[in-house]
């Protein structure tokens, strides 16, 4: 199926530090979300981006946090600072929207917040 | 908001039965249904998706009932095979065009030889 990549798979970082996580999206797709998932629970929708914006995001996306796609490059997700609640694995996903509901996924970057 | 609830938590099944995945939902406004498959240390594999005027999909081994009435989704793996082992969550949205998924609890399942 589609493909989303994700880099880097794994990342450790100082508590206080900033990351930047980096997703490539499918091609043709307009849609891109973030979602968390610590380890052993379910995933939780963290933002979805269309065209540019933020169209929702849930409680669990603080202020620290933040998404962009800067002319079509990677989708990032950035935490500046990033405090040890933070660890977790964040995956990537994108889809067509209206016209393709699929919500494909990449495998996930591990964040490790020592 | 939309809460999904998924069973069992951990599913084993000898290689050749039937497994049986079940969530429900409470949002009757849910449009769109989706299985996801999680091997360890992987990704999330989308299995099978339907929109809310499907009852029943089968593809490949695979039967995905819906039920609106009672808000239950379940996913039916016939013939399992160690492959198959994997954990697996269901995901369901109320505005599909946009793709925020709440997923299930997940359930982790074990192919005995």
């Known amino acids: 199926g589609p493909k989303v990549l994700q880099i880097p798979s794994h990342q450790i970082i100082d508590m206080g530090q900033m990351v930047t996580l980096n997703c490539d999206p499918v091609s043709n797709h307009l849609y891109f979300y973030w979602y968390k998932q610590i380890l052993g629970q379910q995933m939780e929708f963290l933002v979805n981006?269309?065209?540019?914006?933020?169209?929702?995001k849930s409680k669990l996306f603080k202020d620290q946090f933040s998404v962009e796609r800067p002319d079509g490059s990677y989708f990032t997700l950035k935490i500046q600072p990033t405090a040890l609640e933070d660890s977790a694995v964040y995956f990537c996903?994108?889809?067509?929207?209206?016209?393709?509901?699929?919500?494909?996924f990449g495998k996930g970057t591990r964040l490790t917040v020592v | 908001g939309e809460q999904v609830e998924q069973r069992p938590p951990h599913l084993s099944v000898r290689e050749g039965d039937s497994a049986i995945i079940i969530c429900t939902y409470t949002?009757?406004?849910?449009?769109?249904f989706s299985w996801y498959k999680q091997e360890a240390g992987a990704g999330l594999q989308l299995l099978m998706s339907v929109l809310s005027n499907v009852d029943r999909k089968e593809e490949q081994g695979l039967t995905v009932l819906l039920n609106k009435k009672d808000k239950r989704l379940s996913l039916n793996l016939t013939a399992a095979h160690p492959g198959d082992s994997a954990v697996y969550f269901c995901?369901?949205?109320?505005?599909?065009?946009?793709?925020?998924?709440?997923f299930g609890q997940g359930t982790k399942l074990s192919i005995k030889p």
């Open positions: 949002d009757s406004a849910t449009a769109y």
């Open positions: 995901a369901v949205s109320v505005n599909y065009n946009q793709g925020k998924l709440i």
């Open positions: 981006f269309y065209n540019g914006k933020v169209m929702e």
């Open positions: 996903a994108s889809s067509l929207g209206r016209r393709g509901p699929e919500v494909f």
